[in-house]
């Protein structure tokens, strides 16, 4: 338990004390949903139309800024080697640091939106519905985005090369998502995208950790 909860403060305390880890996403977030704003003027209907793909979109390009960072520093100071080698449960830790790494890179988006939302004309339960979905949908683009980000590592410009990859991976969460807020804007049901939605999440969950261990050592071995 010491363990965890040591391993826990350590990349809390990384992903403050290196700032751009956690504010670049952010940043670029509000930066393209101001741009976005300024383009749209006093076109105010047609803001609100298109207010959740562009939250959507705008939080999947997010997403992918800080992934190639998600193992790299930790293959560059050995740290993962370690981890690898340890006689200790190394899927635990791998868990750890990814609730981490999306707590840190995608919940402050998550809670960002819902305001965004209501500023664009979206009504608050709307707003809160779409800050909901994107929860769900951020952390099954960086489950996703984990695995990418293992074969990876120790590429020359491997951050270019997971941008290509994981945004057509990425579109069946991405209209998942629009397709939940949508349907619920027209009135209509939407269990059948949120469970979807749901269902990713879930298969990510299982099997993602289980798939990490082996490719992070057979990226730590070549």
Request: charged share 10%; net charge neutral.
């Amino acid at each position: 338990m010491n363990l965890y909860l040591g391993l826990i403060q350590r990349e809390l305390l990384i992903g403050v004390r290196s700032g751009s880890e956690a504010l670049v996403p952010l940043a670029f977030f509000a930066l393209v949903i101001f741009v976005f704003a300024l383009t749209f003027g006093t076109e105010k209907e047609l803001l609100a139309r298109c207010t959740i793909p562009i939250l959507w979109i705008t939080a999947l390009f997010a997403n992918t800024l800080s992934l190639d960072n998600l193992f790299k520093r930790d293959h560059d100071d050995g740290t993962l080697a370690l981890t690898l080698l340890s006689f200790r449960p190394s899927i635990p830790i791998i868990v750890v640091k990814l609730v981490i790494h999306w707590t840190i890179t995608a919940l402050p988006i998550c809670l960002f939106a819902p305001l965004i939302g209501k500023m664009f004309g979206l009504s608050w339960e709307a707003a809160v519905l779409v800050g909901g979905t994107l929860g769900i949908g951020t952390l099954s683009m960086t489950l996703i985005g984990a695995l990418v980000a293992a074969l990876l590592i120790g590429v020359e410009r491997g951050g270019q090369v997971l941008l290509l990859i994981v945004v057509p991976i990425y579109l069946p969460v991405l209209l998942l998502g629009i397709g939940i807020s949508t349907l619920h804007a027209q009135g209509m049901t939407y269990s059948s995208p949120l469970l979807g939605s749901l269902a990713i999440l879930s298969a990510g969950i299982t099997c993602v950790p289980l798939a990490l261990k082996p490719l992070l050592k057979t990226a730590q071995d070549s």
